[in-house]
């Protein structure tokens, strides 16, 4: 996390959160861009500024909880850079600036699966002792995806959705310049997946459309590795209809921020055709549980186009009621996990979550073969565990993309919009509820 940049700290009473040691996100508002910048120059001299996106601009400064309170001070709207989690982050718990040597929810840290304890953690299986481990489990080859007749239908439109998946990308068949090279590797969703972008970063902490095994070359899965090519492969067969495209906002350790996140939205606000639904399977708290700046601007703006695409968010893995995004926002579909009779163990809750679908166990896509004899995959009893390119794994990073599913499946079925097939599987009066976890999305 050193290298990640990422910093946990406790404020009042809202509990802890994970931010971009040294950086903070001011929104700039009405005045003129010169007069911004001096007045948080005012405030705090060595501020720098870095990037702006949706009004808002991130700063450079030397210590993110000295500038905030500076800044606040000085009359200014702004928030660290919070860091947002599609699992567990790798590391044994440590000092994190009063968060108890325990990751955030207390002891619960959100993950997939939970972080329980210094530093042991229970998994799927249970590890115990190694946090660095990716906890997707090797499956058996499926039943072949469903066919359906309007599988034909042009990408966009009403037969045929596009599904965003914000997360670690898309493993693809690379090639830079090829034919073909923005694709889907595995060959369940080589038609109906590709990445935005194909070039990618040799640094294992910068963002990239492409989703890697193992970005740090340590013969270990990166501890989130896969998750997006997993969620795409949940999308792909409840609804097969769809096109899934990919951007990345997750490194393979899971880890994104608010600024990453909101630059992701803007290359969906900037396709010329839109998107119908955007899949989140991330998660994370704010300070004093205030919503994050730029993921707030970005989904507002995002709700303002003309397909007026529905966000569908996991509502993260502490076995906590305590608001989470980007799930807990108002414009924004959060989803818990359950089992077969109950919620599972993990999941998140509360009257912020607005929907609920399976999450244990779940089965989809994976990498393609991963390893062999002479360069075995470390962590599982057979060198190549991977070689049909299935897997399961457990969270509701895997039930929310059941719920965007469901309404990609109900435009295609209806010739509805996304709007009102989200009416309809999720907010339609008469629907099957349960307090705290919302309507009941049962698709396996």
Known sequence: ME???????????????????????????????????????????????????????????????????????????????????????????????????????GPAYIGNPAYIGNPAYIGNPAYVGNPMANTAQPAPTPTPCEQRSVA????????????????????????????????????????????????????PLVVDDIDVPDSDADSWLDRQAGHGTFITGIIRRLAPDATVVNVGVLTGFGDGDDRTLGEALQKLIDLP???????????????????PLVIAAALAELGRQPKGPIVVAAAGNSASSRPAYPAALSDVIGVAAVNDVERAWFSNYGPWVNA????????????????NQANPLLGYDEPNPFQNGWATWS????????????????????????????DAVVRRWGLFRVPDLGAVVNLL
């Open 3 to 105: 290298r990640a940049g990422i910093a946990f700290a406790q404020r009042g009473s809202a509990g802890a959160f994970a931010y971009r040691r040294g950086q903070v996100l001011v929104k700039e508002g009405d005045s003129d861009p010169d007069e911004f910048l001096a007045k948080v120059r005012s405030a705090v001299p060595d501020a720098e500024p870095m990037k702006e996106i949706f009004g808002v601009v991130q700063f450079s400064v030397p210590d993110t909880i000295v500038a905030l309170e500076a800044l606040r001070q000085a009359g200014f709207v702004v928030s660290p850079n919070h860091v947002f989690f599609g699992s567990n982050y790798p590391g044994a718990a440590t000092d994190y600036s009063g968060c108890n040597a325990a990751y955030i929810g």
């Open 152 to 203: 034909q239908a042009s990408p966009g439109s009403p037969n045929s959705p596009l599904v965003a998946v914000l997360d670690t990308g898309l493993a693809v068949r690379g090639g830079s310049g090829q034919p073909g090279a923005d694709l889907a590797a595995h060959p369940d969703l080589s038609a109906h997946a590709y990445v935005l972008d194909t070039a990618s970063s040799a640094d």
């Open 273 to 291: 055709q839109g998107v119908d639904i955007v899949n989140l399977s991330l998660s994370g708290y704010t300070e004093d549980d205030r919503p």
């Open 356 to 371: 609920c679908a399976p999450g244990i166990d779940v089965l989809s896509t994976f990498f393609v073969g991963l390893g």
């Open 395 to 422: 969270g509701t990073s895997f039930s929310a993309p059941k719920v965007a599913a469901a309404i990609a499946r109900y435009m295609t079925d209806h010739g509805s919009t996304a709007q009102e097939a989200a």
